[in-house]
Structures are given as C-alpha cells and as structure tokens.
C-alpha cells in the first residue's frame, strides 16, 4: 500500500512513501473538500477546510484550520468503563519478575546510581567539581553503581507562590526515587529553599541512603565535605544487588516528542499495547502527560475514567490547562510544532489523537497533580504537566517512573533523569540516527505484525529495566527541568 486510511470515517489517508507532491506521513484527500468542511481522522474531526482541497490532494496546515477554542463544561460525557474493569484490584493470573533493585520503603529501581541534587542553581558549580572528583577518583565500572550524576537547574531562590512549590516537589521528589541508591542534596543557605526546610518537606527518607549538606555551615572547604559524603554514599551503594521483583512494581511513564504522521499509526498504538499489557496483565502503571497535546482528543480518555471522581479530576485536568493558556493571552491550538507540521501533523486535535494512543485502552486510574507521586494504586494514570519535553518528562519521572517510554518520528538526543528509551515512529530516522534510537516501530509499516513487535518491544524494555542502558545513558544525557509560570524575583 501506498496510503492507508485508518478508520472507516476518516476523509484523509495517509502516504506510507513520498508520493508526487505528498511527502510520506502527510495527508491525502480521499474526496474533494469545499471550504469549512470537517477534515476526519482517526475517526474525529481535526479541524475545518481554510479552502477548497481537490480529491488527491495533499491537505496538511495550509489548509486546515483548528476547531479549539476554549474551556468546555462536558456536562454530557459520561464515563463507559466498568469500575471493576480498573487494575486497581487486578489479580494477574500471569504474573512477570524482572530483576531490579528493592528499596527500604518497598519501592524498585532499575539503576542504582548515585546522585547529588542542588537546592539552588547557585551551588552547580560545586555539585559539578564534586561529581567529577568521584568519578576520576572513586568510581570503578563493575562496582555495583551505574552512574553517578549531579543534577543542574536554575532554581531554588527568587521564587514565589507555585513556582517555589513546584521546584521543592520535584527535588524531593528524586530525593525518594528508587533509581538512586544514593544522594547527597547541597544547599547553600541563604536561598528561598531553605535546606533545613526542604529537608524536612522530604518528610520520611531513608537516612542510610540520603544525606544533607549546606554549603555556608560547612567549615572549611565544602568540596572536600561533599567529597567524603558521597564516597561514602557510593561505598554503601556497591553493596546493593538486584532481586526478582514484580513488575506490578514497575511503573512508565508514555511520552512523545517531535512526532510525525506517523507517530498515531506505529509507535503510539506500540506503546498504548505495552501499557495495556503492563496495567492489565501484570498490575504496573503507566502515566500518560502532555496535557495541552491531550485538547481534542480529551474526551476519549474521560470516558474511560474509573470513577466520577476521576471523571471530575480529568476535567478539571484538562480545563485548568486551557485556563492557564488563556490567562496568558496564548489560544489553546497553538500547536502543532515547526517540526509536527513538517512531518505532516497539521492541528493539535490531530496531534492529540495521535498523541493520546499511547494510553491504550485501559481505564483511567489515577489522577495526579504536577509534582505529585503516585500512590499505592497501579493502572493508567494522567498527570498535570506541559507538553514540553524536558519539563513533561522530569514530571514523569519525578512522580516515580522508573522509565520513559519516548516516541519520536523527527528525532531527539535528549534524557531525562532516568532511563529515556526512544522509540522511533520510522524506519527512516532509526537507520539515521541509530545512537538516538533505542527500538523502531517503522517496522508496522513495513509488514510486521502489532503481535510480534510488541513482543520484541516488551523483551527490549524489560532488557533496559535489567540494566542495558538506552542510547541517551551511553553518552550520559540525563537532564531536569522544572516548570515554571510566575515571578522570578
């Protein structure tokens, strides 16, 4: 096939290769469209003709115009799941291990790595001496540590109201994550972020794993302070060994960036297989973020919410985004981006739809604020954060994924704090870029079966959660960013 159209009701196919004029990923028109007619995809409207379009046509952001506008009350959806369809009381009757690293607090990790976690941008500089020492003068391959990173951002201080409050809930948040077997956090002293204050908003650490340290009460030189900390840490972090868990204790977060046509068709229905497989068949969790690029296609994930608790939370999930868009002067369909409509994604509802595939089809389980961790509850979870990569991605891991599932049909080098396994939308961008790209989903297009990708995908990923380390983790990209919406003093 040339072009496939992907549900019956669409008006728009999609070119499998560069057709004459049609680049591949890009929509063709299946019939003559006049000016203000609904353009269908996936089965929903994407948006409306801007003018006529011949059949044959191509048909991409020159041509559509979105039909967002601005917050809606959805008084008339209804969610149509069954409570008792929710993983929340799952009994597998297949049950998985994987060998990963369990923790005091009950938790699992999947590296088991050492990290030093500034209060304020302005102790960087000593974090980054410090990590570098213990690298070139204590850290062996082999001794039972994966890694050992410090974490840069420019926060911390001359913040007010949430912005404060949301830089304090994702340091603590990677204060209790499972993938480090050690952290030091440096202070300064005199910042907004208090380090005694912050120590005591991480409420109950684990003392043997997690230590404390500011800058201005050390006496002397605080590099060498730091330096004795953490090679301790790191000693106590080489006696830690993986153990068969259950993967109802893993938990992923779905993420994608600078996606395609092709993202809605290869890899987002690939990773909405593997979640369902994870929450339904073994008693895991996935979080799905993004919550701009879930405008258009939001109602299909509120009627597969659990409870109408949950159906409430999603709205206000949904129109709290809008409202933070329009309190700003910003439509709600400014997207997609330069790279989206090159690839041939012309309206964020297109994009959404694509987009949101990557939940599957489970029940919504869980609602979750921005830098809020997930509870004792498995199964499907929404989280508040933007669509930015960096920021979205930090937000899943902070919540407590131990891995990010990242689909990308342009390409990315970029990782997160925790393992960021990239899976290309294409054939084309895995053969180019093959120190990127950890698994390419190209391969649906191309004559595989869903069955038996899926297969391989499950496989490649329990690999990566048993220490083979993603491509982004050979070149040691792991990076954090923390939103932020108000006042910088």
Known sequence: ????????????????????????????ALRDFE????????????????????????IDHHDIQTNLSGTLDYKDVRSSMDVSSCPLSLASSHPSTFSGYLRPDGQVGIRNELWVIPTVGCVSGIVRRV????????????????????????????????DHENTRRILRDMVHHPNAGGVLVVGLGCENNQP??????????????????????????????????????????CTNRRT?????????????????GFSGITANPLLGRFSDWLCQEQGGTTVLTEVPEMFGAETILMRRCATPELLQQ?????????????SHGQPVGENPSPGNKAGGISTLEEKALGCTQKSGSSPVCGVLAYGERIGEGSGLHLLSAPGNDLVASTALAAAGCQLVLFTTGRGTPFATFVPTLKVSTNTALAQAKPHWIDFNAGRLIEGMSMDDLLLQFREAVLAVCEGRPTQSEERHFAEIAIFKNGVTL
């Open 131 to 162: 990590v570098n020492r213990l690298k070139h003068e204590v850290f062996h391959e082999g001794e039972g540590v994966d890694a050992i990173v410090g974490f840069s951002h420019n926060y911390g201080c001359s913040q007010l109201g949430d």
């Open 196 to 237: 005694r204050d912050f120590e005591a908003f991480c409420g109950d650490y684990d003392r043997e794993r997690v230590r404390f340290m500011v800058s201005q009460e050390v006496e002397g030189d605080e590099e060498e302070y730091a330096f004795r900390q953490l090679t301790e840490l790191y000693r106590r972090a």
């Open 244 to 260: 068969p868990q259950p993967l109802s204790k893993l938990r992923v977060g779905l993420k994608c960036g600078g996606s395609d």
């Open 35 to 58: 000016a203000g007619e609904q353009v269908v995809k996936y089965g929903f409207p994407i948006g409306h003709t801007i003018h006529a379009v011949p059949k044959g046509a191509l």
């Open 314 to 326: 999603t709205i206000d999930l949904i129109n709290d985004f809008k409202t933070y868009f329009l």
């Open 1 to 28: 096939m040339k072009t496939i159209q992907i549900h019956p009701a669409d008006n728009v196919a999609v070119a499998l290769e560069d057709l004459p004029g049609i680049p591949a990923g890009h929509k063709v």
